[in-house]
T-cell receptor, first 113, second 113 residues
Framework: NAGVTQTPKFQVLKTGQSMTLQCAQD?????MSWYRQDPGMGLRLIHY???????DQGEVPNGYNVSRSTTEDFPLRLLSAAPSQTSVYFC????????????FGQGTRLTVV | AQSVTQPDIHITVSEGASLELRCNYS??????LFWYVQSPGQGLQLLLK??????LVQGIKGFEAEFKRSQSSFNLRKPSVHWSDAAEYFC???????????FGQGTELSVKP
């Protein structure tokens, strides 16, 4: 059982470049979310989705786009990378948001130079 | 506003010693509370959760946590720490609105021989 799979694990971008972080889950969870982790700040919610075709903004959405065309996949797009987006990104899925265990991917460490 | 505070950024304990990690939350209703652990370079793994009922909950790896409504606390404990417990620990509350998890800043645990 793969759980939540994120790719890539590491990425270096130049300022202004765009890229997509991939996230896939095989647990048939309706709820998926993206967090960024920065030292001393815990995890902050970027965007989330409660099902295919439905997305919403979290705490820190600026500079990021998401879409949810299938239950399994929830990619995160950086439109024009900035050094402030240097962070570790985690994708998570759960059966009942805020009520049940969230399953996390292993993270993507992104550096923007 | 809903929030989670972990007052200790970094704690060092000796192997075999007892451990208590503090967590205080602010939430209007009965909270859904979680403790997650993050080993270096890994995603987050659920240690334990509290929804209702017995205020002392048992988790994996010998951890337990006690919910104290009067103190708005959900402290994590372990009677005897092992070197493999060195990791970062996150307390989280499940928010009804948006179904999201609100994380504390994290506590990094170091274990000395």
């Amino acid at each position: 059982n793969a759980g939540v799979t994120q790719t890539p694990k590491f990425q270096v971008l130049k300022t202004g470049q765009s890229m997509t972080l991939q996230c896939a889950q095989d647990m048939n969870h309706e709820y998926m979310s993206w967090y960024r982790q920065d030292p001393g700040m815990g995890l902050r919610l970027i965007h989330y989705s409660v099902g295919a075709g439905i997305t919403d903004q979290g705490e820190v959405p600026n500079g990021y786009n998401v879409s949810r065309s299938t239950t399994e996949d929830f990619p995160l797009r950086l439109l024009s990378a900035a050094p402030s987006q240097t962070s570790v990104y985690f994708c998570a899925s759960s059966y009942s948001p805020g009520r049940s265990e969230a399953f996390f991917g292993q993270g993507t460490r992104l550096t923007v130079v | 506003a809903q929030s989670v505070t972990q007052p200790d950024i970094h704690i060092t304990v000796s192997e075999g010693a007892s451990l208590e990690l503090r967590c205080n939350y602010s939430y209007g209703a009965t909270p859904y509370l979680f403790w997650y652990v993050q080993s270096p370079g890994q995603g987050l793994q659920l240690l334990l959760k509290y929804f209702s009922g017995d205020t002392l909950v048992q988790g994996i790896k010998g951890f337990e946590a006690e919910f104290k409504r009067s103190q708005s606390s959900f402290n994590l404990r372990k009677p005897s720490v092992h070197w493999s417990d060195a990791a970062e620990y996150f307390c989280a509350v499940g928010a009804v609105e948006g179904g999201k998890l609100i994380f504390g800043q994290g506590t990094e645990l170091s274990v000395k021989p």
